[in-house]
């Protein structure tokens, strides 16, 4: 059962980990990362079940169409309201996040119904540690969530410190007008980033999928990715994902130990005491403006 | 009469000493001046005294009373007003409600009494006015009373910024390089205001500053900071001549 | 084009700035108060609900647009109005020294729903001192889902799903019925609690609270302190949403927690910024979208081709698309455009487009120390 919270935690870490990525860049906290994991998800359905590409073809296909996404979102919603106020921006990224859903509740062949697609991972339990050390059975979908958690992260951590471009994209988000000073594009590297916070929403999607099935209400889980970013610290990449499993395992232990109702409010009750004991989070800076 | 008195005063920043065993005393009534190269500590020696900083060492006493922990927005009641250096006015205000805030730490008004703007709040606004009207023929800011700061124009902005902390009334005003980004005729017009404010309204001014023209011409004693320590205090014209300050701060 | 003549303090401080300003808005308080009588009773709902929406959007309003916290769950408000107003004229309040438990008449309880809804505000608001921008938003966002859950599970006081009936109002012994004596009461509340606010912002606590909104640290520097004034926003502003939930409560006669959901704290968001962020105005006329909003779509429906009106996404998609649409081109909402047209008739032929245009603006991080 705590393998079970694990692995949706790292669902919640998943999603968490786009919210950070956009944060980090651009100041923005993105509520509509849900919808664009479930975007990702539709996506993957309509390649592998629709079209009937091979599994990891169509999961493939739909990480890249979501960057492509995350990209064209950022450069004709996100640009145009730069510099207004931040309650502004929130907005923004909640209207698109309801344009989305509603959109995808009107696609032919998506509409309103659930969905599943077939995964090369079976979903029933499998022993990886012998019995004489006790057993711990994990299936392959939780165990193929987990390590793809853990190898997204690395990648991308190691974009982030060592790529050109991931530099840039470190001094873009700390200071915009003296980046575009040294010759970075700052607009597109925020496209960039929106698109890499994309494609890992539609990652999140994917490995959902079999768990949850794919219909338009998926993003509203998005919305439990918030505690696990906050509990992570907003921005700290290693942050997301250790929040995101943390949440995850408390969740899923409040389900069973505690009275019915309590299972959806878990996280949101955590939120609220991180929030108010350390808003740093685990691994967030404290910051202050300097006058 | 020392008017603000600061005893060892020091702060660290993670293992950076920002400002380390700093002590001056300010008379009433003088111009005094902080002055050291970029990082020095200024604009931090500042920030201690509105307390929007916490310093780990040191005293600080003002007016007779020990301000070393007193909460920020109990700063502008007790009669220190600041200025800063990268202009923290109220963007989407008029230069009128600007300076209007600055009466607020003498506005007695209760909650209840506002919502019904009972006869006292209204003769209580318009007193206000009349005393940000006088500020505002102090400065010259007439033309620009109704106009957005958004709108306005770098070096006016500077000015309605010493207005602002002109209006609290202060015994002791705080300006944080107020020449800064100000052409020729600006300085002349900020340095005859410094001496006003001296001299005819009776304020005591603590100024940081690059511009050592303007620091010689209003300036009654100087301090000069380096790396968060004192190099020299005294006389204008003793801190100029101080060796030390000319290798580190002054060249030549 | 009128000029403006100024001659002594009094008029800055006055509320009518000038005499144009008397004679519209008596105008138009004369039309609300003629035309109950001359529409029917769908209508005359129809008003009412603008006037509950409006007086939530009020208070939304001196929140995020005065003082410039953003509250993502002001819905949780308007429930705890709505619910404490069912509850104490119901089945009333059973107090520890008493038999039986007191039911209030609506006098009492009615502010008392204001109150209550204005504790909560503090209760949320006091943490939220230390919560700047997003943080704030989530922190809110995570009491409205908290708030919701509460409403759903205390099964004991609100009934939960079941649904609470809710008495009619009475005042001593006369009962009010729907219809005509309702909406007066709905249209007094809302003069008075605009009333209110427009007192409220011309006085050193609204200077405050913009002042709080623009820059906490100058704000500080002047002597406002950020904590009483920040506490004391989200007090009147929750207070203010309460009791339009009062209201609302005995307008629908039954309440169930899924009127109090995520949805409605967004339509409040939505009100505030496509009505005009920091204007009174603004929070009447984003009533009036919001309200108009689902209406307008039903008849426009019939003009689509049948596959596209059939869908049940229709309206949540025209809804964030109008409020982006909002965001990027007219950021200063509703109330904006209609300065602007304003602006356009006073100074005709010599409106210049570019009169609101503001230069490029940069983001600078707020993170760093």
């Not at chain 1, 980990?17 to 994991?37: D, H, P, R």
């Not at chain 1, 309650?87 to 599943?116: C, D, K, L, N, Q």
């Not at chain 1, 040294?182 to 590297?189: H, L, N």
């Not at chain 1, 996280?267 to 685990?282: C, D, F, K, N, T």
Request: glycine fraction near 10%; charge should be neutral.
């Amino acid at each position: 059962m705590v393998i079970g919270g694990v692995s949706i935690g790292c669902i919640y870490a998943l999603v968490a980990l786009g919210f950070v990525l956009i944060y980090k860049a651009t100041e923005v906290v993105n509520f509509a990362q849900g919808e664009l994991m479930m975007l990702g998800a539709f996506l993957a359905y309509t390649f592998i079940s629709i079209l009937g590409w091979n599994y990891w073809l169509g999961a493939g296909a739909a990480i890249a169409c979501m960057f492509v996404v995350g990209n064209i979102t950022d450069r004709v919603i996100l640009r145009p309201v730069i510099g207004q106020p931040q309650f502004s921006i929130v907005m923004v990224t909640i209207g698109f996040g309801y344009v989305a859903r509603s959109a995808a509740g009107m696609m032919p062949g998506w509409g309103t119904e659930t969905y599943a697609i077939s995964t090369p991972f079976a979903s029933e339990g499998m022993q990886i540690i012998p019995a004489s050390m006790g057993s711990l059975v994990i299936s392959q979908t939780d165990l193929s969530v987990i390590i793809a958690t853990f190898l997204l992260c690395a990648i991308l951590y190691g974009f982030f410190t060592y790529t050109r471009l991931g530099v840039a994209m470190q001094a873009s988000s700390q200071n915009q007008l003296a980046s575009y000073y040294m010759g970075i594009p700052v607009k597109s590297v925020f496209s960039m980033i929106w698109g890499i916070s994309a494609a890992s929403a539609a990652v999140a999607g994917i490995l959902l999928a079999p768990t949850t099935l794919i219909d338009t209400s998926m993003g509203f889980l998005g919305l439990k990715a918030f505690p696990a970013a906050v509990l992570g610290g907003f921005g700290s990449i290693p942050g997301a994902v250790v929040g995101g499993v943390i949440i995850g395992i408390i969740e899923t232990l409040a389900g069973f130990y505690l009275p019915p109702g309590f299972k959806n409010v878990a996280a949101y009750i955590i939120l609220l005491i991180v929030l108010v004991v350390r808003p740093q989070g685990l691994f967030g800076q404290k910051t202050g403006k300097r006058v | 009469m020392t008017l603000f008195q600061a005893e060892n005063l020091a702060i660290n920043f993670g293992g950076v000493k920002a400002v380390d065993g700093v002590n001056f005393d300010i008379k009433k009534g003088e111009c005094f001046t902080i002055i050291g190269p970029n990082g020095a500590g200024k604009t931090t020696i500042f920030n201690l005294i509105s307390r929007i900083y916490d310093s780990t060492e040191g005293t600080m006493t003002f007016d007779g009373k020990d301000i070393t922990n007193s909460a920020p927005h109990d700063i502008a009641g007790m009669g220190i007003a600041r200025t800063f250096q990268n202009i923290e006015l109220f963007e989407h205000a008029s230069v009128l409600q600007n300076l209007l805030v600055g009466r607020h730490c003498h506005s007695k008004t209760s909650l209840l009494s506002e919502m019904l703007f009972l006869p006292s709040v209204r003769r209580a606004e318009l007193a206000h006015r009349e005393k940000v009207e006088e500020i505002i023929d102090f400065l010259d800011l007439q033309h620009y009373r109704d106009s957005l700061i958004m709108n306005l124009p770098y070096g006016v902005r500077k000015v309605v910024e010493l207005g602002r902390a002109l209006c609290t009334e202060p015994k002791l005003i705080l300006l944080d390089e107020p020449s800064s980004g100000l052409n020729v005729e600006e300085t002349k017009d900020m340095s005859f205001w410094i001496e006003d404010i001296k001299r005819d309204l009776g304020i005591t001014v603590l100024m940081v500053e690059h511009d050592m023209g303007l620091v010689s011409e209003v300036s009654d004693r100087v301090l000069v900071l380096n790396y968060g320590r004192m190099l020299a205090y005294g006389t204008p014209q003793e801190v100029q001549s101080d060796p030390e300050v000319i290798k580190a701060y002054l060249g030549g | 084009m009128r000029f403006l003549f100024k001659t002594n303090y009094e008029q800055d401080v006055r509320l009518a700035k000038h005499s144009g300003y008397i004679w519209s808005y008596a105008t138009l308080m004369l039309i609300l108060l003629v035309i109950p009588y001359l529409l029917d009773e769908y209508y005359i709902g129809q008003l009412t609900q603008l006037f509950i929406v409006a007086i939530a959007g009020v208070g939304l309003m001196l929140l995020a647009g005065y003082t410039g916290q953003v509250s993502l769950g002001h819905a949780a408000f308007f429930g705890i109005g709505a619910y404490t107003e069912a509850v104490l004229s119901g089945n009333g309040m059973a107090l520890p020294f008493m038999d039986e438990p007191i039911v209030f008449s609506f006098l009492l309880s009615f502010p008392l729903a204001g109150v209550f809804a204005a504790l909560a505000g503090i209760a949320i608001g006091i943490p939220a001192l230390r919560l700047v921008g997003v943080y704030l938003a989530i922190a809110t966002f995570a009491f409205a889902i908290i708030v919701e859950e509460v409403f759903s599970r205390w099964e004991s006081v609100t009934n939960g799903y079941s649904g609470l009936m809710v008495e009619s109002i009475y005042f001593g012994d006369m009962e009010l019925t729907d219809g005509l004596p309702f909406y007066f009461l709905c249209l007094g509340v809302l003069i008075a609690v605009i009333l209110f606010s427009l007192n409220l912002l011309r006085s050193p606590t609204g200077r405050a609270m913009m002042a709080v909104r623009d820059s906490e640290i100058s704000a500080q520097s002047m002597g406002v302190n950020l904590a009483k004034t920040k506490t004391t926003a989200f007090a009147i502003s929750a207070g203010i949403t309460g009791l339009a939930g009062a209201l609302f409560a005995h307008k629908l006669g039954f309440l169930s927690p899924e009127s109090f959901t995520v949805l409605q704290s967004m339509e409040l968001l939505v009100l505030v910024i496509v009505g005009g962020l920091g204007s009174l105005h603004g929070a009447v006329f984003g009533a009036i979208f919001v309200l108009a909003l689902p209406q307008g779509l039903a008849i426009f429906k019939d003009f689509l081709p049948v596959q596209l009106a059939e869908q049940p996404g229709l309206e949540p998609l025209i809804f964030g698309l109008i409020l982006v649409f909002f965001i990027i081109f007219e950021p200063m909402g509703i109330y904006g455009r209609w300065l602007k047209v304003k602006l356009y008739f006073q100074m005709f032929p010599l409106y210049k487009k570019a009169t609101f245009k503001r230069q490029k603006s940069y983001m600078k991080s707020e993170r760093l120390k």
